[in-house]
């Protein structure tokens, strides 16, 4: 699943969006496709005539309402936990993954490593450390809001920087991991006026303090973040 959200300002690309610009997720789509995997995108601008044209068999588009009380980096997650609890018995895994520039190379779900970690949180990583200049300029809003955020930080300071570009595991432990992660935004995320998303810094925490015992991140699930390693095969997604 992923989630392309316009009509607001993207902070990642600092603009707002087009609504109607299909190449954004062109790619995205075209990976699903050839993998014959199913796939959902949730959009909230894209013209009837484009989904038409683009939406096939593996892929549906679905329209969401945007709920500007959050940031969309941080509402898809909203829309995916909505989703996930009305169709759980219709999936047995999923990926959550960005849209723009992450793209399925192999089909994770026929993998023996996703097979047989049903308990396993499979995620993106970079290579940086969590504590790192970004981070803690990013973590800003919920270290102000969460007691316990700044601790976390320090106990996980020299650990692998995980990345929220890729998530994903078997339909219970994504259960278990979104409403997670929907808690700490809707509690501590509402109301974020820094140039930050929070997202990145939410969902470490989580991942970290929640699921570490049963993290797997890095190869094979993810190429290097920014590797630009466009020839690699080898990997389930490429990020970058």
């Known amino acids: 699943m992923a989630c392309h959200i316009t009509g607001v300002h993207d902070v990642n690309r600092n603009q707002i969006l087009p609504n109607d610009a299909y190449d954004i997720v062109a790619d995205w789509v075209t990976s699903i496709r050839q993998l014959k995997l199913r796939g959902v995108l949730f959009h909230n601008n894209f013209s009837e005539a484009t989904?038409?044209?683009h939406?096939?068999?593996h892929?549906?588009?679905v329209r969401i309402t945007y709920d500007s009380r959050f940031n969309p980096n941080v509402y898809r997650y909203m829309v995916?936990?909505?989703f996930l609890?009305?169709?759980a018995s219709e999936i047995a895994g999923l990926f959550i993954t960005d849209v723009s520039d992450v793209v399925a190379v192999n089909d994770p779900f026929v993998q023996p490593l996703f097979q047989r970690n049903p308990d396993a949180l499979f995620c993106g990583d970079e290579p940086a450390r969590l504590r790192n200049d970004w981070m803690l300029v990013h973590g800003q809003h919920l270290r102000e809001q969460m007691a316990e955020y700044a601790s976390f930080e320090t106990q996980f300071a020299d650990?692998?920087?995980l990345n929220c570009g890729i998530i994903g595991g078997s339909t219970a432990v994504m259960l278990s991991f979104l409403e997670q992660l929907c808690l700490i935004h809707q509690r501590y995320n509402t109301i974020n006026e820094t140039g930050?998303?929070?997202d990145m810094g939410a969902f470490n925490y989580i991942a970290r303090t929640r699921f570490n015992d049963h993290l797997r991140h890095g190869e094979p699930v993810n190429t290097v973040f920014?590797?630009?390693e466009h020839d690699r095969t080898d990997c389930w997604f490429r990020h970058k």
């Open 80 to 82: 995916y936990l909505d």
């Open 85 to 87: 609890q009305a169709r």
């Open 59 to 61: 892929v549906e588009f």
């Open 159 to 161: 650990s692998t920087l």
């Open 196 to 198: 930050y998303t929070g």
């Open 226 to 228: 920014k590797g630009y």
């Open 55 to 57: 939406q096939n068999e």
């Open 51 to 53: 989904c038409a044209a």
